[in-house]
């Protein structure tokens, strides 16, 4: 099974209005309530392609308990370890424009607490065959704490893909995990942020050893040519620089310890910084919809590609017609499976 | 003890934000929970003030479970009825200048819900002095739900005090209510809106018999000429026009049905109309700070007014002092009782 990990979900409330009005009062007309978090939405997605699929993280109070009834609602299996703290709630307010959104932070968890989920996470590995860990961390997690969890899989020789950001992501890092899908943004971020953080716990450089260099799945032939044409965003100039700069980005962060680099790019698609070569892919065509969620389909792409050891072209072009279903469904965690089916065969991949 | 009614509570949500941005996303850095409701405020001054309360009406779900939770908390007894809906939830998202509030619906109740409501609330009359009836009604309750309310509450010998608006409060009026205490703009509403449903249901105008006339507190001596000073407001023209507008709605509500009407006008004050006389209070200084909640705590002198019989000129010096107080304290059911006791003696009051 695939198991991923939130460890700080939440209870996403959508509220329906007319129109946001600030410093009005508004009578909400829909309440809209689903298990909320990345790694929850990974399982959804990976949950509606009929994949066996476990949810883990920390889940407390009656909002946990809420989030708990809702996943088993929707048929997802879970085993969450229970906090003291409360699970937080996001509210997005949607009027007929766009949607405003509101984060509460996230429970505060003691070290107990963080021992007794690395003693669980530890027990589930047995069973998986790959972990997606996805998300923030809430209060009281140590910055480290996405390090910690993927040198358990690896001793246990399960993969793992990382999805976070800024320190979370940096920290994470230095673990090596096998595939790390940071977005342009989170990308720039991490790269631009000033970090001491890092100086202070940066791993050594991995060595370029047959072991690191061994990729989880077998090296496609004739990827150098793939017959998949060249997007045009990356022939005119600012396109070649933005590749450029991509490509840059994500070399840095693999020397950061990730043994391959997804960058998703939003409607420019996906590129791929592999020990086997580099993929970019790019979407057939621009959807409307609601992006929320569509790194998330891409991770579940991720995760299924990375236990099937699918060629790294595939697994990019499923990749991103699984984020494009994600966008053309109107709830985050689901996708549009014609939108799927229809875009797989026509999504572009080429050697970057 | 004093039975206070409330049966569209919610769970009330406060987030402090930097600045609302529409279609933006915030980080919340706080998040207060309170029980919500105009009758759990009115119980949670009175609780406050020392006085024996109870609280009654329809809870439902995890939300509900949260309530009774958060009102065992601050020490309020209660007795709710379980419904199988699910509570409302209030969010209100202050940033530096004032909130903008998003209200959910009500959860929808059942005739059996209903008419088990009845029943329980028909037990509680026994141990009843007075019964405050506040706020809206939620989906599935019948639109002449307070009327019933009242009845039975007569029936039983126990007075009435009604706090709503809309259809609710013309509804209810017709039922015969001790006192109704509707503010400015919900009595205007009120009066101004077409009133079909009215000429369907209103009850014969109230025969004036020496038993309606008949107050439950006694008349106070001298009441025509009270020691109070009249204040500036009602001296000048749009004053005398405005106060001759609000008596005139007042006694409208009165011909609907209501023994006394108490009209709230915020900073100006209240206005009495009574079977004894007319009384016109204003608060003696202005209070900066939060008037949610303000008419709550005005419910709350005038329900232990009623109860211990207290002189009308006496009865809303109280309760302007209560509300004044209730302004100057942040949360909604709370009062500064700094306040209160400073200005109690400094209210005045004049025969309108």
Redesign the interface.
């Known amino acids: 099974m695939i198991v991923t990990v939130t460890l700080n979900p939440a209870l996403d409330?959508t509220?329906q209005?007319d129109a946001?009005?600030?410093?009005?009062?508004?009578?909400?007309?829909?309440?809209a309530e689903r298990p909320g978090g990345k790694g929850l939405n990974v399982a959804t997605v990976l949950h509606a392609l009929g994949e066996p699929v476990l949810v883990t993280g920390l889940l407390g109070g009656?909002t946990g308990?809420?989030v708990t009834g809702l996943l088993a609602g929707v048929g997802v299996p879970a085993a969450f370890v229970a906090i003291a703290g409360e699970t937080r709630?996001t509210?997005a307010?949607a009027d007929r424009?766009?949607?405003?959104?509101?984060?509460?932070?996230g429970p505060r968890v003691t070290a107990g607490e963080w021992a007794a989920f690395t003693d669980h996470f530890g027990g589930l590995l047995a069973g998986a065959s790959v972990v997606a860990l996805s998300g923030s961390l809430p209060p009281g997690v140590p910055i480290d704490g996405y390090a910690t969890l993927i040198r358990l899989a690896a001793a246990a020789g399960v993969p793992t893909v990382l999805d976070t950001s800024g320190e979370a992501l940096r920290h994470g890092l230095t673990a090596g995990p096998d595939l790390a899908k940071p977005n342009a943004a989170e990308l720039s971020a991490l790269l631009e942020a000033p970090r001491p953080a890092l100086a202070a716990t940066r791993s050594a450089p991995r060595p370029v050893s047959a072991e690191t260099r061994e990729a989880p799945w077998p090296v496609p032939a004739g990827t150098g040519d793939a017959p998949w044409p060249v997007p045009a965003e990356t022939r005119d100039a600012a396109g070649v620089a933005a590749a450029g700069r991509e490509v840059a980005d994500a070399t840095v962060a693999l020397g950061h310890g990730a043994r391959a680099v997804v960058v998703s790019h939003g409607p420019l698609g996906l590129l791929a910084l592999t020990g086997q070569g580099a993929w970019r892919g790019v979407p057939p065509e621009r959807l409307a919809g609601n992006p929320t969620g569509a790194g998330d389909a891409c991770v579940a792409a991720l995760a299924r590609g990375l236990r099937d050891r699918t060629p790294w072209p595939h697994l990019l072009a499923d990749a991103i017609a699984l984020s494009a279903a994600a966008v053309a469904a109107p709830l985050a965690g689901r996708i549009d499976e014609d939108t799927y089916r229809r875009l797989l065969p026509a999504v572009r991949v080429s050697a970057a």
């Not at 946001?20 to 829909?30: I, M, Q, S």
């Not at 424009?97 to 932070?105: S, V």
């Open positions: 409330l509220y209005v946001l009005v600030p410093h009005g009062t508004h009578r909400v007309t829909t309440v009656p308990d809420r709630r509210v307010v424009d766009d949607a405003t959104g509101f984060w509460e932070p």
